[in-house]
């Protein structure tokens, strides 16, 4: 069997942003104007992006979409390896269960939030993890999905006991 560990594997790899006006989808770029700053900017999505997106029921009808084509594209190595050998993954990561409709992307610099365009190539530029997707994906590759549960429970069931102060007096 394979084992497959993902410590932040997932916020590490860029997403793309969606936003969904009727039966209509707008990719969000970024872009420079004639005076050196960076405009966001939405296009008519790909029609295969659309396709892609509307084949998962948890972000279908979402307003705003972070959709992780790249992080499927691994995963989908990755699912190939255990469907073959048999064996498992064991994402851990920051993100969130129930869907939101809202823009997740973010910029930390030594470990504080930064505006997302300050400092940038000095700064790491993330998103949370849609963990309700991630579950979908994988149900959709037939893979059993045991339990989404939280970085201190996990934790804890390892035998590591958190504590709030680790002073002693």
């Known amino acids: 069997p394979v084992i497959f560990f993902g410590n932040e594997f997932f916020d590490a790899i860029p997403i793309k942003q969606f936003s969904r006006k009727g039966n209509s989808y707008y990719e969000k770029y970024y872009s420079l104007n004639n005076r050196d700053k960076i405009d966001e900017v939405f296009k008519k999505a790909n029609s295969k992006d659309v396709k892609q997106i509307k084949k998962f029921g948890t972000i279908k ?30 994402l851990i990561d920051y993100g969130y269960i129930k869907q939101i409709n809202r823009n997740t992307l973010q910029s930390v610099r030594k470990h504080k939030q930064n505006k997302l365009l300050d400092n940038l ?34 934790l804890e069931r390892m035998g590591m006991k958190m504590y709030t102060n680790c002073m002693e007096e």
């Open 61 to 90: 009808n979402l307003k705003f979409i972070e959709f992780p084509k790249l992080g499927f594209d691994e995963l989908d190595k990755i699912t190939k390896k255990i469907s073959q050998n048999t064996g498992g993954i064991l």
């Open 121 to 154: 190539g000095d700064a790491d530029i993330t998103s949370l993890v849609n963990f309700g997707l991630l579950k979908e994906y994988f149900t959709k590759k037939k893979l059993k999905v045991k339990n989404i549960v939280t970085q201190r429970f996990f």
